[in-house]
């Protein structure tokens, strides 16, 4: 067979800049996404308790010379903090995902806003627009409790995206 797996890489917590000190910081739910030069990473949910306003994923980097992943970075991602798949257009070569950016610091599994963000690079989005929002008039706090947009998939259809929401 041709395939080859590389080792797990677990998180470690010296990635994180020292004033973030989150408690139970890991990443989960990755997304395989090749580069604008062939590069690959893995671009995951940033899941840590509490969350530097929720909007950060990690990034890690595939070496085919050593058939290993390693930390690139930490990114601003609106949403990093819950699922994201991200996908690249065909025809624009636009990174987009649609994701839960986190609007409330107080609320750090906000999951009531679902935006589509975009990225020429995979590394530095943009928010684009609201898709859904909750329109129920609950309270802020109830909102978020009782609402959600989330493990959202999606695929391109044509010049339209067709997405599913849980």
């Not at 840590?48 to 601003?76: C, W």
């Amino acid at each position: 067979s041709s395939w080859l797996a590389s080792e797990p890489l677990p998180f470690n917590n010296s990635w994180m800049p020292k004033e973030w000190a989150p408690r139970d910081a890991g990443y989960l739910e990755g997304n395989a996404v090749e580069g604008p030069n062939g590069e690959i990473y893995n671009i995951l949910r940033f899941n840590s308790e509490p969350y530097p306003m929720g909007n950060k994923a990690v990034v890690l980097q595939y070496s085919n010379v050593t058939n290993s992943l390693n930390f690139h970075s930490f990114i601003d991602l609106p949403g990093g903090h819950t699922k994201f798949v991200i996908r690249r257009d065909p025809v624009t070569k636009v990174y987009i995902t649609l994701s839960n950016n986190n609007t409330n610091a107080s609320y750090t599994d906000q999951r009531n806003i679902l935006c589509l963000c975009h990225s020429t690079d995979a590394l530095n989005w943009v928010i684009a627009d609201v898709l859904l929002s909750d329109d129920t008039g609950f309270a802020p706090e109830d909102s978020v409790r009782y609402t959600g947009f989330h493990y959202v998939d999606w695929q391109f259809d044509g010049a339209d995206l067709m997405y599913l929401v849980r």
